[in-house]
C-alpha cells in the first residue's frame, strides 16, 4: 500500500512540476496558477433538504497564457467538497436525512482582464464557462443519489503580487454558478427527483509561476 501511495505522490508532483517548468520555459507568455481556499454555498440544495450545504474547500489549478498587454485566456480545473448537515423534520428518518459528501470537479475556459500588469501588484477581473460534474455521496439514512452535469460560469476579482520575476502570490474571489437536478434513490420505495442548487462564493490563495 506504501508503495502504491508513493506513486500516486510522484505522478502528482510530476501533474504540478511539468507545467511550472513549461510555463517558465516560454518567455513569460505562459503562468501556472495552484490555489486553494473556500467554498461558500449561497442557497438552498433544494426545497426537499431545505438547507445550505456546508461551507467546504476548494483547489484550482490553471495555466494561462498572454494573449496581449491586457488580456490572458486559458483553462482551469477545481476541485470542490462541501457536505449536507443534518435534515431533521417529518419523513427525515428520525434526523438521519443529511451527511452526505457532495463533490463538484469543474472544467473551466477562463479570460482575465489585467490592469497594471507591469507593477508589483496586478488585478484582474476573470470570467469563465465550462463543465460542472456533480456528486453526491450516500446519507446517513442509506439514501443514494445521481446528480447531473450543469453548465459552469464564474465571475470574479483577483490580484497577482509578485514576489520575484516569475512568481507572484495570488488571491481570488468570485462567485461560481451550479445548478442542475439529482434523483434521491430511497433504500426502500422509488427514486424521486429534485433540484441540485450548489452555487457558490468561492475565495483562493496561492501561487502563480
Known sequence: MRIRDGKVLS??????????????SQDSKWAFGARAGLAMPTGELNGFAGKTPDTGILL????????????????????????????????????????????????????QYRFNRASKTSPYLVGGIGLNINWMGDD???????????????????ADFHISKSTALNVEAGYKVNS??????????SAQSHDFNMSTLYLLGGVRF
Open 11 to 24: 505522478f502528482v508532483l510530476c501533474l504540478l512540476v511539468a507545467p511550472v517548468t513549461w510555463a517558465q
Open 60 to 111: 484550482n489549478l490553471d495555466l494561462m497564457y498572454k494573449a496581449s498587454s491586457t488580456v490572458d485566456i486559458g483553462g482551469s480545473v477545481e476541485y470542490q467538497n462541501n457536505k449536507m448537515p443534518s435534515i431533521s423534520g417529518p419523513g427525515t428518518a428520525n434526523g438521519a436525512f443529511g451527511q452526505a459528501s457532495i463533490t463538484v470537479l469543474t472544467l473551466m475556459a477562463v479570460g
Open 140 to 158: 446517513q439514512a442509506g439514501n443514494s443519489f445521481d446528480v447531473d452535469p450543469s453548465l459552469a460560469i464564474k465571475l470574479g476579482v483577483g
Open 180 to 189: 442542475s437536478s439529482v434523483t434521491r434513490f430511497p433504500p426502500t420505495g
